[in-house]
């Protein structure tokens, strides 16, 4: 079963158009067990809202309740469906000029996967200007897209690149670092390099330093956390590795441009 741009398993509650670009607010209309499996023809975004969403998707999880932001290249089969009729969910469709346009300017994913925290927020965005259309959203929309097609190819170029064992093992440990921030010595010694090399070689495979990559990972753990409500911002901010509140909200601001207040009320509107 083959969709063509543009074809979702959903009711269309609005649309429009920017730049041949397809912007679409979405809820599902064909139940789990009628779903099989099928190929887009064309390359689209899809933002999660809400509902109980299954995706092949990498790094997504079996199911997902939570927003997120997956992109789906040219070509994709796959069998994503929602677990009940209850979701929600935004899409952003390129036609497939623009797409060969963008793989001359970016190293683009061949498959499907779920986008960070940066892409995510460009979605929400997007899917915001769709609700209140106007006569500058076009240029919004196409701003937007190329965030979205920036962060697309970071991801995967940090997937891609290839890279000694040691360096794949520094970067779980970063990722699984909480409370104490170890020093660059602590980890080149577990990787048997000298500090020199160890700095270079992780900054020229993930594109960021060790500080860098263990202050995002921190912030995207915090992310996933304000999806929870019951969470304060105190302890989010204890759990991360902040030194308190303002800390983290510092931080947060600093790389997104906007407040974790702002950020949980942002993902949290369906």
């Known amino acids: 079963m083959r969709f063509v741009p543009g074809q979702f398993l959903g009711a269309f509650e609005r649309q429009r158009t920017a730049h041949g670009l397809a912007l679409a607010d979405l809820r599902p209309t064909v139940p789990e067990h009628q779903v099989h499996t099928h190929t887009h023809d064309d390359a689209h975004f899809l933002l999660l809202l809400a509902g109980r969403y299954v995706s092949s998707a990498r790094g997504m999880p079996e199911v997902r309740d939570r927003p997120a932001l997956v ?71 196409e701003s937007e897209y190329h965030l979205l097609l920036a962060e697309a190819a970071r991801d995967a170029r940090e997937r891609l690149a290839s890279g000694p064992a040691w360096l794949a093992r520094a970067r779980e440990q970063l990722q699984d670092t909480r409370d104490v921030t170890p020093r660059l010595s602590e980890l080149a010694a577990a990787a048997d390099v000298h500090p020199v090399h160890f700095s ?71």
């Open 200 to 270: 270079r070689a992780f900054r020229a495979r993930y594109g960021r330093s060790p500080g860098e990559y263990l202050r995002h990972c921190r912030l995207e753990r915090a992310c996933a956390l304000l999806h929870d409500p019951r969470r304060s911002l105190a302890e989010i901010a204890a759990q991360c590795g902040y030194v308190d509140q303002s800390h983290f909200s510092h931080a947060f601001r600093r790389a997104y441009r906007l407040t974790p207040t702002a950020f949980r009320r942002l993902v949290g509107r369906a």
């Open 71 to 141: 992109l789906n290249p040219p070509g994709t089969t796959h069998r994503d469906r929602f677990r009940g009729l209850d979701g929600r969910f935004f899409t952003l469709s390129v036609p497939t000029a623009s797409w060969r346009s963008a793989m001359h300017e970016h190293a683009l994913p061949d498959h499907a996967v779920k986008l960070g925290t940066v892409a995510l927020l460009a979605a929400h965005r997007l899917c915001d200007e769709l609700r209140d259309w106007d006569g500058a959203s076009a240029l919004v929309v």
